[in-house]
């Protein structure tokens, strides 16, 4: 079979560690790893922190004005200090965190991160060094996570294991969450026997020598090594590209049984179609890469952004082939046919239709008292779920009877930003109350704007300052201000809602001569550090806007085709007041940036 060698050395490898930890975890008196990990069983999980905490917590959100610019996205989750009750078990002062992109973000039931030893130096569960818990906003029918994982490791994929837990935060039931175990070193020593390879996260990114930046390095970070992703990204940027030479860099018998598990499962937001949600290791023992599946909430023919995974216009669903790695190989000669034959053989010994039934049947009285207010979708999601097992196998097999399949000629463009710009300059305005109709008509400023290659001059500048007010992007309530991480993010949860952080809309707006449209950029950052103007310089994120209403360069997300261009960069305030009429006066310094590819290009492909 296959998926045979991986299997053996990879069930080993488990079974092994497995019974290390038992026998550790009896011999110390601590918590059992692999008990909290067993999908028989529900997992009550009970977090205690101060009240305001838990509200200053939950409205934290990334900035989507970095991360819609295609820029590397920081890290806003700040770690309180709660205790913690485990399976029964007190674990006091670790440290507990929001989760998530915008997908699941929700500021009623985040996604949570618990280190056990961000606080105190401990270590109380065997095997395991902190808790991942998702809310399964995007998973409705609560088993996505544990069924996907489940049957990568049953393909001999390195895979986490993954189990249901209840949990409560200061007394109050926040539902059913997946508790998945976290890709860190434990992870690494139990699944490869060896967790000093490189590890690297990707999300919204690939392997091209222009994007590998936004890979994010999880092992060995002092060192800060991208020389194994520099590897594969310029192998897969040569003009010819064989078998032989991939199995010197990647374990691709593995990596064909992943990539075809992606398909099975339609987990279009994985790497091969979305270029999004996965680990790559580097096992020191054999020099080979490994990807390791992440974010599955979004599998089995689960909603979602489901819409993105289609870019490209693909047709069939038996084959993802977005991504450069998956698009290169699959155009390798003889690779069509060892995919499918890959494919055929994990239908035959792994998509066992009555087993997946089995496990949703034994799981689903565990957690259908539990269930949240905001999960009573759940039923009708098993339903598609048990619909999906029955009718996959023959979707299928008829796909794969008219093969080869048809994929996009070249792979979709990764994500990734170009300087085209920058600003620099003093200004001066006054704080309003309400919206400026005509910002370029009030305070001033004196900048320099230089636009792709061509000095700006502007008729007239002005300057306008405000309480901002968070835009609406589709269906979602999420804000779409920038900040550095702040504001109310996407996915509001049901329910009373804290208020997030206040912020301030800085709005720069000048005309030009000569029937030019108008040029805007508009800044948000904290009102509190706003109001202190102290001198210091802040950072700041924005966006470009070309035209009235943003016709060209505005934020659209770059799906239209116009230019999606983003600001960062320093802001001082010598000035400011958030009363009408308060006088603001700074300066600031930006760079203009350009998003291409990936979501901003999904037609884009890269040359041939």
Not at 295 to 307: K, L, R
Not at 366 to 371: C, M, N, S, V
Not at 482 to 494: D, K, L
Not at 544 to 570: I, K
């Amino acid at each position: 079979m296959v998926f045979a060698r991986g299997s053996r050395r990879l069930a080993l490898v488990t079974l092994v560690s497995a019974a290390a930890a038992a026998h550790g975890a009896a011999q110390t008196g601590k918590i059992d790893g692999d008990r909290l990990l067993d999908p028989t069983r529900l997992l009550e999980v009970e977090i205690t922190l101060p009240a305001d905490d838990w509200d200053r917590l939950r409205v934290q959100a990334r900035d989507p004005v970095a991360f819609f610019a295609g820029r590397a996205v920081d890290d806003p989750y700040v770690y309180y200090e709660a205790d913690l009750r485990l399976d029964g078990r007190e674990i006091q002062s670790v440290g507990v965190r929001k989760k998530g992109l915008f997908g699941s973000l929700d500021d009623q039931r985040p996604s949570l991160k618990i280190k056990f030893n961000e606080f105190v130096d401990q270590d109380p569960v065997e095997g395991l060094n902190r808790l991942t818990l998702n809310n399964n906003k995007q998973d409705t029918s609560q088993l996505s996570q544990y069924l996907s994982y489940k049957l990568f490791r049953d393909a001999g994929v390195h895979a986490p294991r993954c189990s249901m837990a209840l949990v409560t935060v200061n007394g109050e039931s926040l539902g059913i969450y997946s508790h998945v175990e976290s890709i860190k070193k434990p992870f690494l020593e139990r699944s490869f026997g060896d967790d000093r390879g490189n590890l690297f996260e990707g999300t919204l990114t690939d392997f091209h020598p222009r994007a590998i930046d936004k890979i994010e390095v999880k092992t060995n970070k002092k060192k800060d090594d991208r020389s194994d992703l520099m590897r594969l990204a310029e192998l897969l940027a040569a003009p010819e590209l064989t078998t032989d030479a991939l199995e010197q860099v990647i374990d691709l018998d593995e990596f064909l049984r992943y990539w075809a598990l992606e398909s099975i499962l339609r987990f279009w937001d994985g790497y091969a179609s979305n270029q999004n949600n996965y680990y790559y290791y580097v096992d020191p023992q054999t020099d080979l890469g490994h990807f390791i599946p992440w974010g599955a909430d979004n599998s089995f023919g689960s909603g979602g952004f489901g819409g993105f995974g289609g870019f490209g216009g693909q047709r069939g669903t038996a084959i993802y082939a977005q991504s450069i790695l998956c698009n290169r190989a699959y155009h390798i000669e003889g690779m069509p046919e060892r995919y499918r034959e890959t494919m055929l053989e994990l239908l035959d010994e792994v998509w066992d239709e009555q087993v997946l039934l089995a496990e949703i049947e034994a799981i689903e009285p565990l957690i259908e008292e539990h269930l949240h207010g905001s999960q009573s979708n759940a039923s009708g999601a098993l339903d598609d779920l048990h619909d999906f097992v029955l009718s996959r196998r023959e979707q299928l097999e008829q796909e794969l009877e008219d093969w080869p399949a048809e994929v996009p000629a070249r792979p979709r463009k990764p994500s990734y930003t170009v300087p085209v710009g920058a600003v620099e300059g003093t200004f001066t305005a006054e704080w309003s109350d309400e919206a400026v109709a005509e910002p370029s008509r009030t305070g001033s400023a004196k900048l320099e704007i230089e636009l792709d290659g061509e000095a700006l001059e502007f008729e007239r500048m002005g300057v306008s300052a405000r309480k901002y007010e968070a835009p609406r992007f589709g269906g979602f309530g999420g804000g779409l201000g920038g900040g550095r991480g702040f504001g109310r993010g996407f996915g509001r949860g049901r329910g009373s809602r804290p208020e997030p952080p206040a912020q301030v809309s800085l709005t720069l707006s000048g005309v030009r001569g000569g029937g030019e449209e108008p040029l805007t950029i508009d800044l948000t950052l904290l009102r509190t550090v706003f109001e202190a103007a102290s001198g210091d310089e802040i950072e700041v994120t924005g966006r470009l806007r070309e035209g009235r209403g943003g016709r060209r360069g505005g934020f659209g997300f770059g799906f239209g085709g116009a230019p999606n261009r983003s600001v960062v960069g320093t802001l001082c305030l010598t000035k400011s007041g958030t009363t009408a009429g308060s006088e603001i006066v700074g300066e600031l310094e930006l760079v203009i940036s350009e998003a291409r590819g990936g979501f901003f290009a999904p037609g884009g492909r890269l040359p041939e």
